[in-house]
């Protein structure tokens, strides 16, 4: 009994230190994640995450766009494939409905903007400094390259 529970938790133990192989460092550049990420904080990508899980609202993601001065960068995904974004007031609406007060960006102004399949909305929480999706328009899925994972202090 005992070699099978040293066995089993050898086992987890290797898989789970497997899952730390795919993070890679990268060090964030600039304010338009502040207070959440701050100028040359480094933080890690798993870049394989999206793989087996699907976006979602709130994610931060790193992500490659074509054209732009950057050559990667980070911010956070709140519109979906599918979705209809407003700018209303300094407020974001979702199909109609406001986003959760848990995400709160100063005074967000913009075109509203019907997401297609596959496209995602990203801005940054500091949205008065942030060039995102209301400059360079919405992310393609396949110019996400991974989840930002903030190592909590």
């Known amino acids: 009994m005992f070699k099978r529970l040293s066995v089993l ?3 987890v133990l290797l898989g789970g ?3 730390f192989k795919d993070l890679d460092t990268y060090v964030f550049e600039g304010i338009s994640m502040a207070p959440t ?4 904080q480094e933080i890690q990508i798993d870049k394989k995450y999206y793989q087996d ?3 979602k609202r709130g994610d931060i993601v790193l ?3 074509e054209g732009e001065d950057f050559d990667q960068h980070a911010k956070r995904v ?3 494939p599918n979705e209809m974004l407003e700018f209303k007031d300094g407020t974001v609406y979702i199909d109609g409905e406001k986003l959760s007060k848990k995400y709160h960006f100063n005074r967000v102004e913009g075109e509203a903007i019907q997401l297609k399949k596959n496209e995602y909305f990203v801005i940054g929480d500091n949205a008065l400094s ?3 999706s209301r400059h360079f328009g919405p992310l393609q899925e ?3 390259l991974g989840k930002v994972i903030i190592e909590e202090d």
């Open 17 to 19: 230190c497997n899952e």
């Open 53 to 55: 899980t699907p976006v």
């Open 78 to 80: 709140i519109g979906l």
């Open 63 to 65: 992500f490659e766009k």
């Open 9 to 11: 938790f050898l086992l």
């Open 142 to 144: 396949e110019e996400i």
């Open 37 to 40: 990420i701050q100028n040359e």
């Open 130 to 132: 942030s060039m995102d």
